[in-house]
């Protein structure tokens, strides 16, 4: 597995230090290439991108409403097809709550029509941009400003990946920068193959999970390694694999790097653990087929 | 050749016409057949576009924004809660300067469930930066799209034809459909000035600071401004090919009127049945179509009204706490003229009621008899003050 040497993405970006997104973004594009068009809507990627007349995408982005990162896309796409352009892969680049909240209609009909786009989520657990507000991608317990200590979030992170699986869409996977060449695989993958691709990026976010800049890398990692966000793919909504099986390590040590957790108890992360086990059981059923 | 078709249809022949690439639309009663018919447009190969059956009327907009910064001459077509629910990308339509054309059949606003005539729809979306046509019949319809697309590529701004619920949409009239190479020769291929392009990488519509963002919007009213120009030349140069004719207001025996009365849309149909009536009673009554509402022809209106005394506008629509609102556009037009005339502010046939010929007449009559209008707003065919 090469990884490629370009640098698609400039530097200068105006990314927050240790930010998975914008980390994402540079393995993203060195998998897909100069013939990409983003669109984005409004997330943290709608300001780390640079300030009109800047940009650090090294490739076109369309900038749009917060709903509608999907629609659009699609847009984009019958565009260029309308114009014999068959070739430049049109990827929707959005946070989670442009894509677990708000723009989940956009992204339900896109998938149901199966348009032939790559969609990203790029998952940070909150309305990070906005100052850490709690979205329905917040895992349970966590603090945000809107959950607060004396109040955290009491329920469970939806399953965006079970939604779009609902959809039987060709392609899903999940991925994070810990494992880059899983990661370029996957957007090679989706790349290669037409109608509605997903990814789901585990993206850490230093001011708003209370972690250190340099532990975003080991936290992804944790990530992966705790079960807490396993690296998978989906084919038409019931082929299930993981790709990167490491062996486990416990929870706690992914959740006790992050300040957003600081307030829980060990019977808390006890809960937690139950959770994620029952959730990987569940996960290796369905890998069974 | 000539076709019987009703509004809706007409609609789709027109997009179908201008080589709309990309099309993507909701149904809405009383828009349905525009969809219906495109979609069998495109089913049979008669029209070459992709097609995007959405989900929403926010992702139609959403989907033509993507086509047009794509570079592809998109469409769409919706009505009243749709048009609604298009809001915020209506804006973003034309802050991106995105040529694209819709038809909007103007449908009265819920609650409750209404689905007959009112403009409140598509005058409530005045300030969004789209250029604004009131069509009178289907002719004007299918002429004003292809019309449309010229201008909106000319000044970047995107255009909105406005048909009125059923007595447009569901009427069928005889329209003369143009051939394909005339049109092609009229209207040729979308080329834009930029476009989302791997070989030329941009961004649009990134993070603007108060050091650019004011200038972005300077630039939108300026292209407003020019866009009232290039409406004029654009049907003078369809004119010239198809020998009709719309201009950006229509003034019927203005010149030696003393009242002229005001309507847009299909009341205009009436209101030319009624005037005539009237010039034969001897009554110095004009009539002025207002075809054009954004940019508005603040000018052509103000020369039309200029030698007579008093001016009685129909509106169709309200600005709660205002009053009708091309009314409230014209008083604001004429304050720049010396003498002014005195505005009748008449509003009439909100939901779809019947504004009928009686009523038309007692308005025009009302208007000479009193000096000035007795109330704010003078509310016409109101049935049950205290329902």
């Known amino acids: 597995m090469k990884i490629s040497d370009e640098e698609i993405l400039n530097p200068g970006h105006v990314a927050c230090p240790g930010c998975g997104a914008a980390l994402s973004m540079r393995f993203a594009l060195k998998a897909l290439g100069r013939d990409t068009i983003l669109v984005i809507p409004a997330c943290c990627w709608s300001v780390i991108d640079g300030p009109f007349p800047y940009s650090s995408a090294g490739i076109p982005v369309f900038h749009m409403a917060f709903e509608a990162a999907a629609s659009t896309a699609a847009g984009v796409k019958a565009g260029l097809l309308a114009q014999g352009n068959t070739h430049t892969s049109v990827v929707a680049w959005a946070g989670d709550g442009g894509t677990f909240d708000i723009g989940i209609q956009a992204l339900s009909g896109t998938a149901e029509r199966n348009a032939d786009i790559i969609y990203v989520c790029y998952d940070n657990e909150a309305y990070q941009n906005t100052g850490i507000q709690r979205s329905s991608a917040t895992p349970y317990l966590a603090w945000t400003t809107t959950t607060p200590v004396k109040f955290p979030k009491q329920e469970q992170k939806k399953d965006i990946v079970e939604i779009m699986a609902a959809h039987r869409i060709p392609y899903i996977a999940t991925a994070t920068v810990a494992f880059p060449e899983d990661l370029t695989k996957k957007f090679i993958k989706a790349k290669s193959i037409k109608g509605t691709k997903f990814i789901h990026l585990l993206s850490p976010c230093p001011p708003g999970w209370k972690s250190k800049d340099q532990d975003s890398i080991k936290i992804s990692r944790l990530a992966v390694k705790s079960r807490v966000f396993p690296l998978i793919e989906i084919e038409n909504g019931e082929k299930y694999k993981i790709t990167v099986n490491p062996k486990p390590v416990a929870v706690k040590d992914y959740i006790r790097l992050q300040g957003r957790f600081r307030h829980i108890s060990d019977e808390n992360i006890e809960q937690i653990q139950k959770n994620v086990d029952r959730n990987w059981e569940k996960l290796l059923k369905k890998t069974e087929g | ?387």
């Open chain 2, 1 to 387: 050749m000539k076709k019987l078709l009703m509004g809706n249809h007409t609609v789709s022949w027109g997009a179908m016409l201008a080589r709309a690439q990309v099309i993507a639309a909701y149904p809405i009663t009383p828009q349905t057949q525009i969809v219906e018919e495109l979609a069998t447009l495109c089913a049979e190969g008669k029209a070459k576009a992709q097609f995007i059956k959405v989900e929403s009327e926010h992702s139609a907009l959403a989907s033509c924004i993507g086509a047009s910064a794509a570079g592809a001459r998109a469409f769409t077509a919706t009505s009243s809660q749709g048009l609604a629910l298009m809001h915020e990308l209506l804006h973003w339509a034309a802050g991106a300067r995105l040529p694209i054309v819709m038809a909007n059949v103007n449908r009265a606003m819920a609650p409750g469930w209404n689905i007959w005539t009112e403009q409140t729809d598509s005058l409530a979306q005045r300030d969004t930066g789209w250029i604004q046509f009131y069509c009178e019949n289907n002719q004007e319809i299918l002429d004003s799209i292809i019309q449309a697309y010229k201008i909106s590529e000319t000044v970047s701004l995107p255009s909105m034809i406005v048909l009125d619920a059923f007595f447009l949409s569901h009427t069928t009239e005889p329209v003369e459909i143009p051939p394909q190479e005339l049109v092609d020769k009229f209207l040729p291929p979308y080329k834009p000035q930029y476009k989302l392009d791997p070989k030329e990488p941009h961004a649009f519509g990134g993070l603007s600071s108060t050091e650019y963002y004011y200038e972005l919007r300077y630039k939108i009213q300026k292209a407003m401004e020019r866009a009232k120009e290039v409406i004029e030349e654009t049907d003078e140069k369809f004119n010239q090919i198809f020998e009709r004719k719309y201009g950006l207001i229509e003034e019927i025996e203005t010149s030696d009127a003393e009242v002229i009365l005001v309507t847009s849309s299909t009341i205009t149909s009436t209101a030319r049945f009624v005037t005539e009536q009237l010039r034969k009673t001897g009554k110095k009554i004009g009539l002025l179509k207002v075809r054009v509402f954004r940019p508005f022809p603040s000018s052509e209106i103000r020369d039309a009204l200029s030698n007579c005394e008093k001016v009685a506008v129909i509106d169709r629509n309200i600005s709660f706490g205002s009053g009708g609102i091309f009314a409230s556009e014209i008083k604001s037009a004429i304050q720049k003229m010396g003498k002014q005339p005195v505005i009748f502010p008449f509003i009439a046939g909100l939901g779809g009621r019947d504004i009928t010929v009686p009523q038309i007449e007692e308005m025009i009559n009302y208007t000479f008899e009193n000096a000035k209008p007795k109330e704010e707003i003078l509310w016409r065919g109101l049935k049950y003050e205290n329902i």
